[in-house]
């Protein structure tokens, strides 16, 4: 007997070392995911106004980034949204906002490995593409925009947090976010296990305490991807008020491209920047 369990805990031992290797070194992979499919954007209001080109973007001599961006084509607009997506997600739907946004021109683009972005994703590596988004944006933009926007969902809110804490922006949206990776392995036993393991951190509370932008939150209803109390203790380390939305039928896939998120988002985007809120919808606000 003694035999067998001696043997039982070096195989124990073993699967976890081996799996705790594995996380080491995969860590870029297993926390980002892969697109595998694009999930479509049912049309809003005001579809069919605007043109989408889709963009290339190097980050690096080696690297470049598939994009899209899309401009109203019947109105003249100096308002600008970049949208960072979450874990296996193919940003190509996020063009579509514009049918429910109206005259705001929508930038988006895959991480790398994503879709026909080259390279793999880190923390690293996406937050400084961030950066590199942000930037190129601005230069093509900047000199007759009045209002610049970053939206991040989920895995990419802490790209647009990134973002909001080392440049100068009108205003902050955040669709379900977080503290920090380590804070969301707490309730995953196999991955809190090989917490010390965690070399990408994604340490958004840190970030979130500096932001300047006004800043407004989306939750989805029912979400098991992220609670909403992590969501909510991030929201209370910015520095501003933020207004709090949860949609209600909506779940973590699903709460970005659901018909009621984008609605009270446009309220909320073309709202005076000096007064920005969010709409005060029937079980929608907490």
Known sequence: ?????????????????????????????????????????????????????????????????????????QAQTNRVLIYFGGRNEHVGWASGMSSYLGPWTIYAFNYRGFGQSGGRSSETTAKADALKIFDEVWRLEGSRCVELVVMGR????????????????SRLVLLSPFESLEQLVRKRPVLHSMRWALRQKFDCSRDAATVQASTAVFLAASDTRIAHHSSLALAARLRQTVPVCVVPRTNHKTLPRHPETQGALAAFLNA?????????????AL
């Open 1 to 73: 007997m003694s035999l067998s369990l001696s043997t039982l805990a070096l195989t124990a031992a073993s699967g976890y070392a081996a799996g705790t290797s594995l996380f080491w070194a995969a860590q870029g992979r297993l926390i980002f995911g892969k697109a595998s499919k694009l999930r479509p954007l049912l049309s809003g209001p005001v579809a069919a106004q605007q043109m989408v080109q889709a963009l290339r973007l190097a980050v690096t001599a080696k690297v470049e980034l598939e994009g899209w961006v899309a401009r109203p084509t």
């Open 154 to 169: 989920s895995l990419g809110t802490a790209m647009a947090l990134s973002v909001a804490a080392r440049r100068e922006l």
């Open 272 to 284: 005076p920047a000096s007064m920005p809120k969010l709409p005060n919808l029937p079980g929608i």
